[in-house]
């Protein structure tokens, strides 16, 4: 090891070698055998093959360089509708359906009640004769009380 620049890297099976060599270094970059393994190893596993796709449209959008365009008040319109699906996510927001959906249960099982059960409305039967009440009169006497009519 001179001056410490020698690394000895130790691979578990060829696709951590492959997704090394495909991670740390440019197509420029490799060795001859480096590039070779790579080929007869993406030819070989249907995994690193994806790998190896995915990895390069990565480095493709990467090289592009898209600068976004947002339109005025796009930053408003976001935070505004995030406000809006947190207070519909509230039980205040909810809180008055839900009084009305309660009322409402209350109201049918009123109607239900009253619906099933049979009307009886109280029966008024004339029964006895009128009677004459006599005057109040004083009980020890037996007079009658006259004060009361003012006389």
């Known amino acids: 090891m001179v001056g410490g620049n020698c690394r000895v890297r130790i691979f578990w099976n060829r696709c951590s070698k492959f997704s090394y060599i495909i991670n740390a270094k440019s197509e ?23 790998y190896l796709g995915t990895n390069l449209g990565i480095n493709l959008l990467q090289s592009c360089q898209i600068e ?32 009305g959906a309660a009322i409402a249960g209350l109201a049918v099982l ?33 007079v009658p009380d006259r004060s009361l009519r003012g006389q």
Not at 120 to 137: D, K, N, Y
């Open 28 to 50: 420029d970059e490799m060795s001859s055998s480096e590039l070779e393994f790579v080929a007869s190893h993406s030819s070989d596993c249907d995994r690193c093959t994806r």
């Open 68 to 99: 976004p365009t947002v339109s005025s008040g796009f930053d408003e319109r976001v935070i505004r509708l995030s406000r809006v699906l947190t207070k519909k996510t509230s039980l205040a927001y909810w809180s008055p359906a839900f009084a």
């Open 110 to 142: 009123a109607v239900i009640q009253l619906v099933s059960k049979p009307h009886q409305l109280p029966v008024f039967r004339a029964t006895g004769e009128a009677r004459r009440v006599q005057s109040p009169m004083f009980p020890t006497t037996g």
